[in-house]
């Protein structure tokens, strides 16, 4: 089916042969996104190729928890969460598009407006193949009178210079002439005007579409710069407005006021577009869509008893790997222990942090990749750096966080604060495993420390649990073997369970839905023992982030918060929107591919509710556990307010600096009279 599809791709590619608007950007590394949007809208929509993504897409969505949810979210999440996935690709299916490109943007933006992280549709012949960029990385200040305003981040052309090298010299020329070269004179300027309009015309639109978070605040921030932690080390985030997965935007015009100016400058500034790594050599259309835009070895799942596996799983990372907000897995680990992790078109930043903003501390014993420990200069507060729930090794990882807990304390360390900005989650049970440390033994954290979970129930799902119990699974490697759970009162399901046959029926949103009964705990006891006692107090623990903190993130901030009473701070974020701590939260996402080799596990392709393997070179997000609500246990935790106990402003002095934020943090959560903290 794959060579049929390179055939037909092809055959319809051939009358673009002359002028091929591929081969006019093949091998530059930096082009004009217009460039690079008439390469993509020069490849006509395939039928073949249209209705097997919105069969794979529909059919996949009946294992995908909220889908009826999110036809209307309850408050206060009612304005932010309203669409109908499956009333939506029945209006593409029987929509014309001008190119397959123009298809691909509908069926994204689709997914896009659940504002769920968990539930979306990538097709990398498009997302961030290449990534288009300005010079120009904005942040939200707030000034001494409490104003806020727009500006372009101080640390820009730092930025800019060191990650894009020589490339920054095309935007130093393209500036008018009185700011020709002088590209470094725009950081820190007021925006007065974006496109002649108020800046948060474009912030808002952006929240429109960018997805991800249910609350409309965090995908404002979303379209600022920030900071965030990964196994490199401390990197940049250059946010919606100067990074765009899709080159849709040939330049912007801003009205500036310069630093130490009274003066209005209006000028326009070109976007760009660079190749990403992951994209693959090509020299011409035919070879563009051949070696990017077809499915590869793992789009689709696999007979984890075929002859054939050793073939099939490697080493090699997964396409979804790339979308994942996490670091690379070890194979074993990703198979062994759940993950509840965001799914972003938009891959991992690698732009550095500037060396003047990253901490200045010696990280403590127990630092890591994507968990460093610092302790700041009063001698009294540790804080915890953590950028993911997962890092290569999950016992790796499970180990620095005890370790660099216990050396914070050893150290004097009274007090904790927990920065999890940029957090995309990862391993659901790290996040049970670093709840139970911090608070210690108690029933809030035994048997776990985490929330209840139910799946969906739809025929297909129980269909593979009847096959598993009728031997389909004789090494219990498959999602939906029972003995990968527990049930409500956390007592794991005797061996080939039929978990699935006691089916709880509700109606959502007026469509009739299927879920299985609650499911409990697969956490404890941990491999690691944990200490018998908390490490700090929960009153001595503030929970840090910009409001991107989603998926086991998530889990672990809900938990501290509604059931230790840890207080939760958001940084940056428009004073007059509320800010939400966390979101996206879910309970275990998953993916097509692997919903997919459950049902060729168990034999069911030809089953008429089975998805078709992509033809493409696509991947669907989904959410396969939805966590019970703490304040509200009888629905989803997901639609529940999570609204942060302080919205932290930033300054100039502040703003993408960690240990500067850490201390405002210090001096908003504990405040004291006398309390004076001395250096950094």
Not at 79 to 96: F, G, P
Not at 659 to 670: G, N, R, S
């Given at each position: 089916m794959v060579s049929l599809l390179v055939l037909t791709l092809a055959a319809g590619l051939s009358a673009h042969a002359k002028g091929d608007p591929c081969a006019e950007i093949s091998g530059k590394k930096w082009v004009s996104p217009r460039e690079v949007r008439a390469c993509f809208t020069s490849f006509p929509v395939e039928p073949l190729v249209k209705a097997n993504i919105i069969e794979v897409l529909n059919?996949?969505?009946?294992?995908?928890?909220?889908?009826?949810?999110?036809?209307?979210?309850?408050?206060?999440?009612?304005?932010?969460?309203?669409?109908?996935?499956?009333?939506?690709?029945?209006?593409?299916?029987?929509?014309?598009?001008?190119?397959?490109?123009?298809?691909?943007?509908?069926?994204?933006r689709t997914f896009k407006r659940v504002n769920d992280g968990?539930?979306?549709?990538?097709?990398?012949?498009?997302?961030?193949?290449?990534?288009?960029?300005?010079?120009?990385?904005?942040?939200?200040?707030t000034n001494i009178d409490g104003s806020q305003s727009v500006h372009i981040a101080p640390e820009a052309f730092n930025v800019s210079s060191t990650e894009f090298g020589s490339e920054v010299e095309f935007w130093q020329q393209a500036l008018p002439r009185q700011l020709k070269g002088k590209l470094s004179s725009l950081s820190g300027a007021r925006v007065l005007l974006i496109d002649g309009n108020d800046p948060f015309s474009a912030v808002n639109a952006n929240a429109l579409t960018t997805g991800s978070y249910q609350s409309f605040g965090?995908?404002?921030?979303?379209?600022?710069?920030?900071?965030?932690?990964?196994?490199?080390?401390w990197n940049y985030t250059m946010g919606n407005f100067a990074q765009r997965t899709w080159p849709d935007a040939d330049n912007v015009t801003l009205t500036l006021q310069l630093e130490n100016s009274t003066e209005a400058q209006t000028i326009l500034l070109p976007y760009r577009s660079r190749i990403s790594a992951s994209t693959n050599h090509f020299t011409n259309s035919s070879t563009y869509r051949g070696r990017n835009c077809v499915a590869v070895k793992?789009?689709?799942?696999?007979?984890?008893?075929?002859?054939d596996e050793a073939d099939f799983?490697?080493?090699?990372?997964?396409?979804?790997?790339?979308?994942q907000q996490q670091p690379l897995l070890d194979r074993v680990d990703a198979r062994k222990h759940h993950l509840d992790v965001l799914l972003d078109s938009m891959p991992l930043s690698d732009v550095a942090l500037p060396t003047g903003l990253r901490p200045p501390l010696a990280a403590v014993n127990g630092s890591s990749g994507v968990s460093q420990f610092y302790m700041m200069k009063d001698n009294s507060t540790g804080v915890l750096v953590l950028g993911s729930f997962s890092s290569s090794s999950f016992s790796g990882l499970q180990k620095s966080l005890l370790r660099g807990l216990l050396e914070l304390?050893?150290?004097?360390?009274?007090?904790?604060?927990?920065?999890?900005?940029?957090?995309?989650?990862?391993?659901?049970?790290?996040?049970?495993?670093?709840?139970?440390?911090?608070?210690?033994?108690k029933p809030t954290t035994e048997p776990q420390a985490g929330l209840d979970s139910t799946a969906r129930a739809g025929p297909l799902a129980r269909r593979i649990v009847k096959e598993i119990k009728n031997g389909a699974d004789p090494r219990e490697k498959l999602l939906y073997n029972p003995a990968q759970w527990?049930?409500?009162?956390?007592?794991?399901?005797?061996?080939?369970?039929?978990?699935?046959?006691?089916?709880?029926?509700?109606?959502?949103?007026?469509?009739?839905?299927?879920?299985?009964?609650?499911?409990?705990?697969?956490?404890?006891?941990?491999?690691?023992?944990?200490?018998?006692?908390?490490?700090?107090?929960?009153?001595?623990?503030?929970?840090?982030?910009?409001?991107?903190?989603?998926?086991?993130?998530?889990?672990?901030?809900?938990?501290?918060?509604?059931?230790?009473?840890?207080?939760?701070?958001?940084?940056?974020?428009?004073?007059?929107?509320?800010?939400?701590?966390?979101?996206?939260?879910?309970?275990?996402?998953?993916?097509?591919?692997?919903?997919d080799t459950e049902i060729k596990t168990a034999k069911l392709k030809n089953h008429p509710l089975a998805p078709p393997d992509f033809l493409t070179n696509s991947v669907q997000g989904i959410t396969w556990r939805l966590g019970f609500g703490i304040d509200d246990p009888t629905q989803p935790e997901e639609w529940q307010d999570h609204a942060a106990d302080f919205n932290l402003p930033l300054t100039k002095e502040t703003v993408?600096?960690?240990?500067?934020?850490?201390?405002?943090?210090?001096?908003?959560?504990?405040?004291?009279?006398?309390?004076?903290?001395?250096?950094?």
């Open positions: 059919k996949t969505l009946a294992f995908h928890t909220s889908v009826n949810y999110q036809i209307q979210a309850p408050e206060p999440f009612a304005r932010d969460v309203h669409e109908d996935l499956h009333t939506d690709l029945a209006r593409i299916n029987n929509q014309n598009y001008s190119s397959d490109f123009e298809l691909h943007v509908d069926l994204f968990h539930c979306a549709y990538i097709n990398y012949c498009y997302d961030a193949s290449y990534i288009t960029y300005l010079p120009t990385p904005l942040v939200l200040l965090t995908r404002q921030n979303s379209f600022f710069s920030s900071y965030s932690r990964t196994t490199a080390g793992r789009t689709n799942g696999y007979d984890e008893y075929a002859e799983v490697s080493d090699e990372p997964s396409p979804i790997a790339r979308a304390r050893g150290a004097g360390a009274s007090r904790l604060i927990v920065d999890v900005t940029n957090n995309g989650g990862g391993y659901i049970c790290i996040a049970h495993w670093l709840h139970r440390i911090i608070i210690g033994p527990t049930n409500g009162t956390h007592h794991r399901f005797k061996k080939r369970a039929n978990w699935m046959s006691k089916a709880e029926h509700h109606v959502i949103n007026g469509h009739e839905d299927s879920f299985s009964q609650r499911l409990g705990q697969e956490c404890q006891p941990f491999d690691v023992p944990p200490p018998n006692e908390a490490l700090f107090h929960s009153k001595d623990v503030v929970i840090v982030s910009n409001g991107r903190c989603a998926s086991s993130c998530s889990l672990f901030s809900i938990t501290m918060s509604k059931l230790e009473g840890v207080r939760t701070v958001v940084v940056g974020g428009k004073r007059d929107v509320p800010q939400q701590y966390c979101g996206t939260v879910g309970g275990q996402s998953t993916d097509f591919s692997t919903i993408n600096n960690p240990v500067a934020i850490w201390k405002e943090v210090i001096h908003t959560a504990w405040p004291e009279p006398s309390f004076f903290v001395q250096g950094l």
